[in-house]
Every structure is written in structure tokens, then in C-alpha cells.
């Protein structure tokens, strides 16, 4: 019998190869300065701004014109200002000057994404038996399982509110 496929990949290898023609078409290599963007340029800074593209001069990977969105006048002006250290982080942080400029574009940023919701908290012995007594007549597997689950975050979000956390 043949062998198919390659066997396990790592993720990050075929999401590379997914989204490299769209951060390409923006002028990105990777999408690395945008998911890092916090790490380079700071926290605040990153609340305030969002890398948009790369226009590259004279077709080379040197020479680009970061195109930034910044949501405050006030900032974009200190921005200017700040210019020289930016690049330098910028710059730093990939180990190549690929950015010799930046292009201040004022408006909105996209909205941030949602942060996780937290695991509900495990369940203690009355509650894991008083659930389990509910569901013992379920035959089938499926269902009950997926009762069970729901049934575990129903009870913690219960007990939750019942504290006043919720």
C-alpha cells in the first residue's frame, strides 16, 4: 500500500505558505511586523497605530516607505518626531534595514480582536455528582457528552453569578 501525504506538519510552515501572497501584496514579507508590532514598537504605541503596508522603491526589499495608521493627530505629530528611533526599531528587530521611512496615514484602526474567554472553573464533587446523576439515563454517548459539557459551564457560570462575579 502506498504512503499518502507527508505526515504532520508544523503549523506555522503551512500558514506561512497560506498568507504570504496576501501580506505580500501589502508590501509584508510576512506577516511578522503585524502580529509583532506590539513587541517592536511598545504597547502604547501599538494601541494607537497599525502598520498598513510596505511600498518598496526600485523593486528591492530596501528603501520602503512603511505606510502607518495612527488614530490621534497629537500622536502622529510626536510620531514624526520620533521617526529615527521607530526606524530603528523597526529595523532592529528584523536584523535588516528594510523600512527607511514612514508614511503617517490618519484614521480609525481596525478593530482589536476579542480577548479569550477564560476556561470555567472545574467543578467539585457534589456538583460533578449531582450532574452525573442527571445525565446517567442519556443512552446515548454522544448526547451525553455533549450534555455533560454544557452542562459543566452552566453550573460554574451559576455558581459565578451566585457570588457576584458574573
Avoid at 13 to 28: A, C, D, Q, S, Y
Avoid at 59 to 75: F, P, T, W
Avoid at 101 to 126: E, N, Q, S, T, Y
Wanted: glycine share 12%.
Amino acid at each position: 500500500m502506498a504512503k499518502r501525504g507527508r505526515g504532520p506538519r508544523v503549523l506555522a510552515g503551512v500558514l506561512n505558505k497560506v498568507t504570504r501572497p496576501i501580506f505580500g501584496k501589502r508590501g509584508f514579507a510576512s506577516g511578522a511586523v503585524i502580529t509583532e508590532w506590539p513587541t517592536i514598537v511598545g504597547r502604547h504605541l501599538a494601541a494607537h497605530t497599525a502598520p498598513e503596508r510596505i511600498a518598496y522603491q526600485g523593486g528591492g526589499r530596501d528603501r520602503g516607505v512603511l505606510h502607518l495608521r495612527v488614530d490621534s493627530g497629537a500622536l502622529a505629530t510626536e510620531l514624526q518626531h520620533l521617526e529615527p528611533q521607530l526606524l530603528d526599531r523597526i529595523n532592529g528587530y528584523f536584523g535588516y534595514r528594510s523600512v527607511e521611512r514612514l508614511r503617517i496615514v490618519h484614521g480609525p484602526l481596525p478593530p482589536a480582536p476579542a480577548p479569550p474567554k477564560p476556561a470555567p472553573r472545574a467543578l467539585d464533587r457534589c456538583e460533578e455528582k449531582d450532574l452525573a446523576d442527571r445525565l446517567a439515563g442519556i443512552e446515548d454517548e454522544d448526547l451525553r457528552a455533549a450534555l455533560d459539557a454544557l452542562g459543566r459551564v452552566v453550573v460554574a457560570r451559576d455558581e459565578e453569578r451566585s457570588n457576584g462575579n458574573g
